[in-house]
Each structure stands twice: as C-alpha cells, then as structure tokens.
C-alpha cells in the first residue's frame, strides 16, 4: 500500500493541493529556533558592538518580510494574507532563541510562514555576526504550535 501524500498526483507528481473546500478558519503557528554562538558575541551584542549594528531590529525586520513571502519561496505553499506576525528574541549568555508567531484566517495553516520568518532571522542574525563568530550554528528549528478556531 502506498502511502497518501497530499502534495503528489495519482502518477506521483509533485501538485499544489486543492484547499478551495475547506473552511477559512483562524490560524496561528509559532515556531522556534535558535543561533548558538559564543559569549562574547552576545557581549557585543548586548553593548550594540557589531561591526554591522543593531543585528536585533534588523533580524525581526527580515524574519516577518520573509514570513509574508513564504507562498514565493516555497513552491508548493500557498500563498496567504498574514494577518499578524511577531518575531520575537530571548538573548542567553551563548545563544539567541528566537520565536514567530503566524496568524491568518485561511483553508491552510501558517506553520510554513512561522518556520520561514525563524529561519530567515537566524540567518540573518548569522550574516550579520560571521565577522566576529565562525562557530556559529543554526539549530532547533520547529513547529511549537499550532492551532485553529
């Protein structure tokens, strides 16, 4: 037996799913995901030290930017009409966690939209922090919630 994917045709074609039937619904995600770096990248961070600025406010800029262009990056999403996303840091002694909140009323959920916008600020955060870090790594990437009413 062979199992049922959504996103493929009877031949095993990769297809956009037909989500014209469903109910729209509120929906929310949060995803999460963190940049491990050193200590004293967080220092510098903390004293606004960077050699590129104020890495924070540029990260969230670029996690909700890409949350709102999912549809475009991924191809088989479909694209939605955000109605709200947060990007959101917690900065530990070697990490910074960082969170996206995702919500929508739509047939389909946000969870791809919360993945993109933590990705692309860890990226981003990343980019911005290569000068003075080479041990950085992105990890933990996930889905923490979602939900629809």
């Known amino acids: 037996m062979k199992p049922d994917f ?16 469903k109910p729209v ?33 540029v990260a969230q800029v670029a996690g909700i930017q890409a949350a709102k262009r ?8 479909h694209p939605l009409a955000l109605d709200h996303v947060e990007i959101t840091f917690r900065v530990r002694r070697d990490a910074i966690e960082i969170t996206c909140a995702a919500e929508t009323s739509a047939r389909t ?10 990705s692309v600020a860890a990226l981003t955060l990343y980019d ?7 041990t950085m790594r992105i990890e933990g990437l996930r889905v923490v919630e979602k939900v629809k009413t």
């Open 70 to 77: 999912t549809g475009e990056l991924i191809p088989l999403c």
């Open 109 to 118: 959920g946000v969870e791809m939209e919360a993945l993109t916008g933590v």
């Open 6 to 21: 959504s996103h493929l045709n009877a031949a095993g074609e990769a297809r956009m799913v037909n989500v014209g039937a």
């Open 128 to 134: 911005m922090c290569k000068a003075v870090d080479k």
């Open 25 to 57: 619904q509120h929906r929310r995600a949060v995803a999460a995901g963190r940049l491990v770096c050193q200590p004293a990248t967080i220092r510098a961070l903390k004293a606004k030290a960077l050699p590129k600025g104020d890495v924070l406010t």
